[in-house]
């Protein structure tokens, strides 16, 4: 169902609560994102005995349409439509948490609009100001509308969540790369009148077409107003409270946890196949299977649940993108249902592992493959996401193979390799062929998620029609090395070709950054 139409359906209702709150809307102050009251209203909950010495997870909540105005109240009627729960007595007995409870002016899509998404982050700024807020442990829900602005606020500041339960929502898939590094719970029920449950579905497999760790509780009945009871799920807080940004709980349950060959998220190897082993754990509820599967390959049943075993996953050479999947309870017995979780692994299967001092990769950047005058190979452009290509044919200063320069990718775009973990050294050529002096070109480039280049003027720095080549160690603990391009202030970035070495150690082998 588009947008527009759930505009007038979505949270017309709202179920009576039968919970109990220790915490009442009178708890929570009133805020507004402007000084002077013009911009988005909103409530916070500060815990009891807050001591400004420490820092606390901040919890956002992302209101349903019904209860969209200007009030700075309705959000938190009926018990914040049972999202209070995750504040009770028993929660905050465990772990004390702020929340955050806005409120969005209108009831048609309010959430994912520009204007909103900005005040949303002006909030976070201002939250953060005002009180002790752990930056590494700011979670959003929402129901409903607000399902969907849960979806939109983190593909709009990814970087600032450590976990996201969107609630009966909905959103683009395609954006799942971007937010894929960070821990989603979906709930929605098969029969939702008001938002199908192809809303969560299409986020969920996009997720984890996208190699992210990602719950699916989907409900076989209950319609649109699941909120209170799925607030009302032990596992949830817990849950929530244990996941820290960029670093995702792997023992806070429900979770499915690889634990062979690695828990690391990537893995290479020369095997043509490779067995999986490891563990799931419910959080005391029933876990009915384990299944297994290859991308756009073979898949099956696990031997085991609780504990279990794949037999050989046959592996293409290349990237090979494995998943492991627990089916277990739903946690709401009269709505039946269940919830599936969902665990990674990329492998990469190579011919020889690259021991040390060995390049993983020698790529001409935009261009073909070529046999550089020391007899070294490059390979044909390849393993990038996104840019365009483009040739000149000029002779190039400092360097004898000057075709190595005369073609390159450019515009925004990045290069992903598998590896073992360990220091990699990486080179990356440049040269200015197209643009006739400094100023023209500025562009950005991030090694590992690290900013090394900003504002780098090639020709600035090296001249026209000029070789340069810029070194840097690298390390890969998560199994990937990732170097991503950027345009800056002017012009659009470029690359001519990169070198990747498994680094013999820490020392650097050249004069080099």
């Given amino acids: 169902m588009q947008a527009g139409k759930l505009g007038a359906l979505l949270g017309l209702m709202s179920l009576p609560s039968p919970a109990v709150y220790a915490a009442v809307p009178a708890d929570f102050l009133f805020r507004n994102t402007e000084a002077n009251g013009s911009g988005m209203p909103y409530r916070i909950f500060v815990p009891p005995g807050y001591d400004p010495a420490q820092r606390y997870p901040l919890i956002v909540f992302l209101h349903g349409a019904g209860e969209a105005g200007t009030n700075n109240t309705s959000q938190l009627n009926n018990g914040a439509n049972g999202a209070m729960q995750l504040i009770s007595d028993a929660n905050l007995a465990t772990r004390k948490v702020f929340m955050a409870a806005p409120q969005c002016p209108h009831s048609s899509g309010c959430w994912a609009g520009g204007t909103q998404l900005a005040q949303l982050n002006t909030m976070l700024d201002r939250i953060a ?42 959103g683009s898939p395609g954006q799942a790369p971007l937010v894929g590094a960070l821990p989603f719970w979906f709930f929605h029920a098969v029969n939702d009148g008001t938002v199908g449950v ?8 996009a997720l984890r077409n996208a190699n992210a760790r990602t719950i699916y509780t989907e409900y076989a009945t209950g319609g649109h107003f699941i909120w209170t009871p799925t607030y009302a799920n032990p596992l949830l807080f817990r849950w929530i409270t244990a996941q820290a940004r960029g ?18 998220p990537t893995w290479t190897t020369e095997l043509g196949a490779l067995p999986l082993a490891g563990v799931t754990d419910n959080g005391g509820h029933a876990v009915t299977g384990v299944a297994w599967a290859r991308r756009n390959g073979t898949n099956g049943a696990a031997n085991g649940t609780t504990q279990w075993t ?28 269940s919830t599936t979780i969902s665990a990674p692994l990329r492998v990469n299967r190579v011919n020889v592992v690259p ?9 001409n950047a935009g261009g073909a493959a070529y046999t550089g005058a020391d007899g070294a190979a490059w390979s044909a452009d390849t393993a990038f996401e996104g840019g365009d290509v483009q040739v000149s044919s000029r002779a190039i200063a400092g360097t004898v193979d000057d075709a190595l320069y005369n073609d390159w990718r450019w515009g925004n775009f990045a290069y992903r390799f598998v590896v073992p973990q360990a220091r990699y050294e990486i080179d990356l ?6 643009n006739a002096g400094a100023g023209a070109r500025r562009f950005n480039v991030t090694l590992q998620g690290v900013r090394v280049l900003d504002e780098f003027d090639i020709a600035a720095t090296a001249g026209i029609d000029t070789a340069h080549v810029r070194r840097y160690l690298v390390e890969a603990t998560d199994g990937e090395v990732v170097i991503r391009i950027g345009n800056g202030s002017i012009g659009n970035a470029r690359l001519d070709a990169l070198k990747v070495v ?9 004069s080099f950054e």
Wanted: charged letters at 15%; proline letters at 8%; hydrophobic letters at 40%.
């Fill in 129 to 170: 100001t005002e009180f002790r807020i752990d930056a590494d442990r700011v979670h959003v829900t929402g129901i409903s509308m607000g399902g969907n602005g849960t979806w939109a606020l983190v593909a709009n500041a990814p970087q600032r969540f450590a976990s996201a339960v969107p609630i009966c929502g909905w």
């Fill in 198 to 205: 192809s809303g969560s579905r299409d986020l969920v497999n």
């Fill in 247 to 264: 670093a995702p709980s792997l023992t806070t349950p429900p979770i499915v946890r690889i634990e062979d060959p690695t828990t690391a």
């Fill in 310 to 337: 794949t037999p050989a996953i046959a592996l293409a050479m290349g990237v090979n993108d494995l998943r492991m999947t627990a089916t277990g309870s739903g946690y709401h017995a009269p709505w039946g249902g």
């Fill in 355 to 363: 021991q040390p001092g060995d390049t993983v990769a020698a790529i």
């Fill in 429 to 434: 050529h440049f040269a200015e062929t197209y």
């Fill in 502 to 510: 498994r680094s013999a150690d820490a020392i650097f082998r050249g």
